[in-house]
């Protein structure tokens, strides 16, 4: 068992198939598939589903990932002592957009907290467009957003998952349909200045879905009231860790309608890169471990 093989192993987990893994790791396909193949035989069992066109993780090989992460944090940590490099210290002001700061990333500051005591976090909630700017003038040391239409060439992304798009409903709607619920239903939107709402406009045109707009909201949190109180229907990010107390709603899959990747936004000549990359295992952690657990047991799939 390799380290390499293990990164490879997040990487399918983070970005959903061996072919963008492959291109995330700057590998073949084949080479990413042949290191998979020996993982498995490693291990003695087999942790993929290859009954798809696509081959996906399966039940075991998800179990996986939580533990790959910490062991990979674990050898980084071995190369710093090794090194010599100081136990990690100081400030880290990151930003993070609102759904984050009440989902993935409080539990992944409670776990900086007990993993380096002396290492204080302040954390500043916004849009994911307007953190851009902050960290690229490094007001910000890092923010947890959804990926940049475009980055700026001092800035990296470090993905940590992807949001799939859901469509919400009041828990009496009768119809499964996404299509026909959108036509039927006053439509609740995200707003367009928002990057998710670009997307969502994107796809309803692609689609040639006419909708009947009710309000455009920038809240997730306020749309989905508005929806739990049978005022229209929406489409929104599923958030890659619930909120403590969601709001009851019905949750239908769109699989026409690709997600949203999240991760950490940097600048590429951060002083801090330490701590940002620890601050990045701790929330890939987070939502491989809580996320999956509190999820549901499965979305309606929808048309």
């Known amino acids: 068992m390799s380290i390499r093989r293990l990164k490879t192993l997040v990487a399918i987990s983070r ?51 939580p533990k790959a992460i910490e062991v990979l944090a674990a050898y980084d940590e071995l190369r710093r002592t090794a090194r010599g490099e100081a136990t990690i210290t100081g400030t880290l002001n990151i930003g993070a957009m609102f759904t984050a700061m009440t989902g993935a990333v ?22 994911s467009a307007n953190l851009v700017a902050p960290v690229d003038r490094g007001a910000l040391d890092a923010a947890f957003i959804g990926r940049p239409p475009v980055l700026g060439s001092r800035l990296v992304f470090h993905t940590v998952t992807e949001e799939p798009f859901h469509l919400l409903t009041a828990e009496d709607c009768p119809l499964d349909d996404p299509r026909e619920i959108l036509e039927t239903y006053p439509f609740i939107r995200i707003s367009r200045s928002l990057w998710s709402g ?15 707009e009710a309000m455009e909201l920038d809240g997730i949190q306020m749309i989905s009231t ?3 109180h049978g005022l229209g229907v929406a489409v929104v ?11 009851a709603v019905r949750e239908i899959a769109i ?26 295992t701790q929330m890939r952690l987070v939502v491989a471990e809580i996320g999956r657990r509190d999820a549901p047991d499965g979305l309606d799939q929808g048309a």
């Open 106 to 127: 409080p539990h992944a500051m409670k776990r900086m907290r007990a993993l380096y005591p002396d290492l204080h976090i302040q954390a500043a909630p916004a849009h």
């Open 198 to 212: 670009q997307l969502i406009d994107d796809w309803l045109v692609r689609e040639d879905i006419t909708v009947n």
């Open 237 to 247: 990010p599923r958030r890659c860790v619930p909120a403590p107390n969601p709001v």
């Open 15 to 65: 970005h959903g198939s061996l072919s963008a893994a492959a291109a995330s790791e700057h590998l073949t396909r084949s080479a990413v598939s042949l290191q998979m193949k020996q993982f498995e035989e490693d291990l003695g069992v087999e942790i993929f589903d290859r009954r798809r066109r696509i081959p996906e993780l399966n039940a075991r090989g998800r179990l996986l990932v």
């Open 226 to 228: 508005m929806v739990y």
């Open 255 to 280: 699989p026409s309608l690709a997600g949203r990747p999240v991760g950490i936004l940097a600048r590429d000549d951060s002083p801090k890169a330490s701590l940002i990359d620890a601050f990045c």
